[in-house]
């Protein structure tokens, strides 16, 4: 049995009634699959589908629809016929980033006199700042306009006002109760407007600012529109959507010279890019930089007419991701190392320590609820301050931010929403906060329900996962938020050539079978599974389609977002030696049933696991497991023996050994001649040595030694022959005995018919009688 990490929901099958069909296949080729993930979309007609595929301009709304639009644009043009120094105050992320490009770059366009500002991280914080707008001013700055941020920028902008300074804020946050004291404030979602769509991204609502100052929709800045729309994980629907299809068009031909630059140094073709490059490529690498330090390279990047200064930014920036990974992947290895060390196995986990980079500790947290499927916040302690800084993830069933608010006495700051949180702390409340945010848990009844969900579109056969197939489903591309990649599941599917991948072996390889095709499996960071797989196991996988391209050859994979497997499971590790990887198992039973094997391997074993010697059928039935996992090390010298100890036992995985220091079963039984030729040997011979001589014996008889002590051991039994010291001699007039009918002749029968069913077998075979015996009753 192989357990799920996560909650899997299927959606409801929406039927494709005989109507809608008639109504959808003239007008087009479409599978039934792709109807009926366009169906789950809300998409019921051959023209709504036509739409949503190819959205036109009508998708792109007016910007002066926004509230104040027309006065922000007017206070602009009046500063550009001025002369007025205007600072575009913008953010350290993606988002951030590319809404300043564009606003620089718009105003420059209409001949305005613009420098930008990004805030840097840990020294002024996210959104306007007091001191930062004060030095700006000082230094000339006759008009700011922020971007991505601002809207909770209360103080900063009074300051600004104080100072004869306006500022016009284009933010597409949450909005507080009380709005700041802008010049304009320029948001989708104010709460005197009326705009249609509510769901931009910070350089969505730059962009629009934009084309109102421009007078019409700039396309050449759609590349980045399309970047940071992506990066800020916003809803990919509506005007969102028509924005970044044109923008990933536009950003595959861009002329944009740091664009090419990242683009080389990433290994990403350009031509090649969809939101997958950016989310995971593109993305990240902007970001870095404002996670550890000053995010305004990224802008001159982004905004450079220079070659030259391209790649050298280019370049810096790529440093700074990789360094950024490296600082991750050693806080990340720290933080589970706490985890592996806490006895007290919570549900929410708050884990702190002096030196991290508080940079990163968003990500930290993620990959900390990926693996444990369990809220983290993760703190950097600064000693000196006495307090800890940090950020938190969650999962679905965890509403984070409500939970902090629980604790907010604990607390010197935090914010944040349902799903993540930032939160400084004093030092002496961390184990406070850790036990007050369990006990929320629990009193919310939510212990059972933390495993993160996945939601499972379609369930597919083997047979329907082709190239075409996929190619029809990337039509609904760009996939984000609110327009999720189509999930699959693919049940009981029989697996082959599992293994690990990756230079750290951190990776799933393996492929689906069954009688007319195979599909190429990939796991990112499921590499430990694959040694939970057994020969053939028959595998439920929820995953993503994509194509795998090298050399030319295409071919469909799926990548897994999860995987089980049903019942218990075999894996075979029978050999002429044993592998000494099984004494390294955290948590098993071993059953031996050789006294010497046990005796010399006992001590090797974990302290979780145990240990039984089972020397006569009477000891299978007191047998009693403690973990999951039984481990059969060498073969039983009866099969009815292993059968009654697994109908004691419920399992959810068996390895076999069966190692064996004797062949019985190759060496077989004695023939009748075999037999006759060597008591006719023993009856003309007197004192034979058998302590010392019996290989010279074995030679002379040419019979296998093990074979003649085996044959003289049924002769003593029925006192055929003495044995005294290492001497043998014959017994005079003894009755004729059945030597079949011996307990050691017996005895090796059943030795054989074990060693054949265990270990010569083929492993379909001893998976279905091992299987066979569990289900029996007692």
Not at 299 to 320: C, G, P, R, S, Y
Request: charged share 25%.
């Amino acid at each position: 049995m192989l357990k799920t990490h996560t909650k899997w929901k299927v959606k409801e099958e929406l039927p494709l009634s005989e109507v809608k069909r008639q109504e959808l296949d003239p007008e087009s080729a479409y599978t039934s699959l792709f109807l009926s993930l366009c169906l789950q979309k809300g998409l019921e007609t051959a023209e709504e589908i036509q739409q949503f595929l190819q959205p036109d301009e009508t998708w792109i709304h007016d910007p002066f629809m926004l509230k104040d639009m027309d006065k922000a644009v007017s206070r602009i043009m009046e500063a550009i016929e001025n002369g007025e120094r205007i600072t575009v105050y913008g953010d350290y992320d993606s988002d951030g980033v590319t809404s300043t490009a564009v606003l620089k770059e718009t105003i420059e366009m209409i001949g305005g006199e613009v420098d930008f500002y990004i805030p840097n991280r840990f020294d002024d914080g996210y959104g306007p700042n007091v001191q930062a707008f004060e030095n700006l001013i000082s230094s000339g700055t006759a008009l700011i306009l922020t971007c991505d941020n601002g809207i909770s920028g209360h103080e900063a902008i009074a300051r600004a006002n104080e100072l004869g300074v306006d500022v016009i804020v284009t933010d597409h946050h949450e909005v507080p109760a009380e709005l700041p004291a802008a010049y304009a404030l320029i948001h989708p979602r104010h709460p005197e407007g009326n705009y249609p769509f509510g769901e931009l991204a910070g350089v969505g609502v730059a962009f629009k600012l934009a084309t109102a100052l421009l007078g019409e929709m700039p396309f050449e800045l759609l590349d980045l529109v399309a970047i940071g729309t992506i990066a800020d994980l916003v809803s990919l629907t509506g005007e969102n959507r028509a924005l970044v299809l044109q923008g990933l068009a536009v950003l595959k031909d861009s002329q944009r010279i740091g664009i090419a630059a990242l683009c080389k140094v990433a290994g990403v073709k350009q031509s090649e890019i969809d939101e997958e490059t950016i989310g995971f490529i593109l993305a990240p690498r902007l970001n870095a930089i404002g996670r550890l330090g000053d995010a305004a390279p990224a802008v001159e990047l982004l905004t450079t007419f220079d070659e030259e200064e391209a790649v050298t930014l280019a370049k810096q920036i790529n440093e700074k991701n990789s360094e950024r990974q490296t600082i991750v992947a050693s806080i990340t290895a720290e933080a589970f190392n706490m985890i592996e060390k806490n006895d007290s196995n919570p549900h929410v986990y708050v884990l702190a320590k002096e030196g991290w980079h508080e940079g990163v500790l968003g990500i930290v947290a993620s990959k900390v609820v990926g693996k444990t499927g369990k809220p983290a916040i993760v703190l950097n302690i600064d000693k000196e301050k006495g307090s800890a800084k940090g950020s938190g993830r969650s999962v679905a069933a965890y509403h984070l931010y409500h939970a902090l608010e629980d604790v907010a006495h604990l607390t010197t700051t935090f914010g944040g929403h349902h799903m993540a949180a930032g939160l400084t702390v004093p030092i002496e409340n961390i184990p406070t906060i850790q036990t007050e945010l369990n006990a929320f848990l629990v009193q919310s009844g939510l212990e059972d329900q933390l495993a993160e969900e996945i939601v499972i579109d379609e369930q597919l056969k083997l047979t329907e996962i082709t190239l075409e197939a996929i190619e029809e489903i990337q039509q609904l591309a760009p996939f984000g938020t609110d327009n999720l990649k189509p999930t699959f599941i693919l049940e009981k599917a029989k697996a082959q050539d599992v293994r690990r991948i990756g230079s750290d072996q951190a990776h799933l390889k393996l492929k689906l079978v069954n009688d007319e095709t195979s599909l190429d499996v990939i796991g990112f960071q499921f590499g430990s599974v694959a040694e939970e797989i057994g020969i053939d196991a028959e595998l439920t996988l929820v995953g993503k389609l994509s194509i795998n391209e090298w050399n030319g050859l295409r071919k469909p994979q799926l990548m897994i977002e999860d995987l089980a497997i049903e019942g218990m499971q075999v894996f075979d590790l029978r050999s002429t030696q044993i592998s000494p990887t099984i004494w390294k198992l955290a948590s098993a039973d071993y059953v031996f049933f050789d006294k010497k094997n046990y005796e010399a391997n006992v001590e090797k074993l974990a302290e979780a696991s145990s240990a039984q010697l089972i020397t006569d059928f009477s000891a299978t039935e007191g047998f009693k497991m403690q973990t999951a996992h039984l481990i059969l090390v060498d073969c039983p010298p009866d099969l009815a023996w292993l059968s009654r100890l697994l109908q004691n036992c419920r399992p959810e995985k068996i390895t076999v050994c069966f190692f064996s220091q004797e062949n019985a079963y190759l060496e077989g039984m004695p023939t009748r001649d075999q037999f006759t030729k060597v008591y006719k040997f023993i009856t003309t011979h007197v004192n034979i040595n058998v302590r010392q001589q019996l290989n010279l014996l074995a030679d002379f008889l040419k019979i296998k030694e093990n074979l003649l002590i085996f044959m003289i051991s049924v002769f003593f039994e029925v006192g055929f022959v003495t044995i005294k010291d290492g001497v043998m001699n014959i017994v005079q007039n003894t009755e004729k005995r059945e030597l079949t009918k011996t307990d050691k002749y017996q005895k090796r029968l059943r030795k054989i018919e074990a060693e054949e069913a265990l270990i010569y077998s083929h492993f379909t075979e001893l998976e279905s009688w091992l299987k066979a015996q569990l289900k029996k009753e007692l």
